[in-house]
């Protein structure tokens, strides 16, 4: 017996990895139904070989529905979630809309599957960048007790969807041609060959001085990892990368763990592959992790600048264990 | 009365920029010597609107110099530095090979100028990620003594010269156009579109699993800051931008310093900008900081996951003030 599924915001670059998941993992799926606003209503999408016509997102959407993935914005969220909840649609939230309420359960399966059970209709699906981080923080969190992190990040485009992807593309072209200054959409300043310490676009920064994807990390990792004295600073960089996230993570932790114990350990861990052999130049990168369900670790040394501390480079694909993947499997253990 | 003027390796991205730095502030150059490899020797420079026809550099290159530049790797440094010494050409050293020599001065002019007079012949110019990152903690450790600093960098591919800037461009449009895999010749793995967790390209690993570029900013330092105590600990990534290093520096003060207080205090130092108002998305970026002399900070932070913590990103041009231009105002303090 299948489960009826209702994609909201199929058209966008997480939607269209959901679908990709969904069939690659044969997610036992009865009916899909594709939703997305008016504009793409009409439109069809391929799931399983076959055409299915996207219709638009309306108080309705949800009659008959089992489970709904959401990733059309924290607005949409606020708005239509509650209607599929009303009709018994366990919602899988890909937004940060709920993320911090405390009856919903925030999930990286590998890491506090067993939250599941408490949810209240919502299941809310980490920030891209947090997902990666805790998954490689929580066994050496068991094995050490992790007292602080400092984290900076180099984000892929795609985090800030499909337009985010064609204006790095379009305005690279723009660059190498010389022509005039490409007419930014997206990006407050050029993303071509350039770092932006800015994420997201818009209404990032708050009175602290931090963008909203900071405080995102910070917070969310303390409530995945369900350990409030966790210390953790972020510095959240956009990249000119497409497809990929990667961290540079700087770990204290309160017992000594060495860096043959922490590859070891990361070795055995669930999603986790260790890519670490200087000798051949062999260490996660962007382009390589693009398209892989795993995320991936190397870099891993140990830092002498503090008692017990390790340096490691984190990698993942921010639209499969970044989203799409991780709220598939969310979805998996609910069923 | 001016001075004689030899530039080792003026072909280069550095070299280049030398010549440009020491028109640009009028050094008082009587005679320009541009030297090169054999390859080079017979082409021309301009400079101060006349040419200058580049010589092969031999022993004898140094006869009647008063200052050289030395900018052709850590070999020929090793290798041709002596001959200098030896007709007392007084020498700015951009390489790495006698940095970390007890009895060579390493100088960023704003943080310790007073070291060059102690020179035997020879006065290092620290590497480029190093003198961004000491001109900002300089202040800092003036006011609030400096325990702790993580640093996560950004370089641009310049670092690696003009065949490196010239690779990332061929790269990033056989990427665009989907063409085959573009033939690298400098760098290890694809840097179109990508992040890449190793600086330099060769010889990068030590033991511990650190680079060397790495290693490079944390001893160079401490010396440079004189003070041993000081614990550092460096992520050096090499990012698809052409020209400007960003940095994501966490540092964590004896004393408490307020975001404010740290805005304040770099903003009356010498070399620096602050580029720090978030209400108008301003903070320091590459592509800006390229072709001008200051470095650029901004995103300013306090850090509450440790007692006295502070977040920032510091910008600059790593041809410049990573090289060039700290190198021409070494030499100018000797004058």
Redesign the interface.
């Known amino acids: 017996m299948g489960v009826n599924v209702a994609v909201v915001g199929v058209t966008g670059a997480v939607g269209i990895e959901i679908l990709r998941v969904l069939e690659k993992r044969d997610f036992p799926v009865d009916e899909l139904r594709p939703l997305a606003s008016s504009r793409s209503a009409g439109k069809e999408v391929v799931f399983r070989g076959k055409e299915i016509r996207i219709r638009e997102l309306t108080q309705d959407s949800f009659e008959g529905m089992n489970i709904a993935f959401f990733s059309a914005g924290g607005d949409i969220s606020r708005e239509f979630v509650p209607y599929a909840i009303e009709k018994n649609c366990v919602v899988v939230d890909n937004t940060s809309a709920f993320r911090m309420d405390d009856d919903v359960p925030l999930v990286v399966p590998e890491v506090n599957a067993n939250k599941i059970a408490g949810h209240n209709g919502v299941i809310a699906n980490p920030n891209c960048s947090t997902i990666q981080l805790v998954l490689v923080l929580k066994p050496i969190h068991d094995a050490a007790k992790i007292k602080?992190?400092?984290v900076?990040t180099?984000q892929a485009v795609s985090g800030a969807g499909l337009k985010a992807m064609d204006e790095?593309?379009k305005e690279?072209?723009y660059v190498?041609s010389n022509e005039d200054e490409y007419d930014r959409s997206i990006f407050?300043?050029?993303i071509a060959?350039?770092?932006?310490?800015?994420i997201p676009q818009d209404d990032?920064?708050l009175q602290?001085?931090?963008t909203s994807e900071e405080m995102k990390m910070i917070n969310e990792t303390k409530k995945i990892m369900d350990d409030d004295s966790l210390?953790?600073?972020t510095?959240t960089?956009r990249?000119?990368?497409?497809r990929g996230h990667?961290e540079?993570v700087?770990i204290e932790t309160k017992e000594k763990i060495s860096?043959d114990e922490t590859r070891d350990l990361l070795s055995k861990a669930e999603g986790i592959v260790v890519l670490d052999d200087?000798?051949r130049?062999l260490?996660?990168?962007?382009?390589e992790a693009a398209g892989k369900d795993e995320t991936f670790v190397?870099?891993?040394?140990?830092?002498?600048?503090?008692e017990n501390?390790l340096?490691l480079?984190i990698v993942s694909d921010n639209l499969l264990k970044g989203a799409a993947l991780n709220a598939v499997q969310i979805a998996e253990k609910l069923l």
Chains 1, 2 share one sequence.
């Open positions: 602080r992190v400092v900076s180099y790095l593309k690279t072209e190498l407050p300043h050029q060959f350039n770092v932006l310490p800015q990032a920064f602290n001085g931090y210390r953790i600073t510095t960089v990249v000119p990368v497409f990667s540079s700087n860096a200087t000798s130049q260490y996660p990168l962007a382009t190397g870099r891993i040394r140990e830092d002498d600048s503090v501390g340096n480079w």
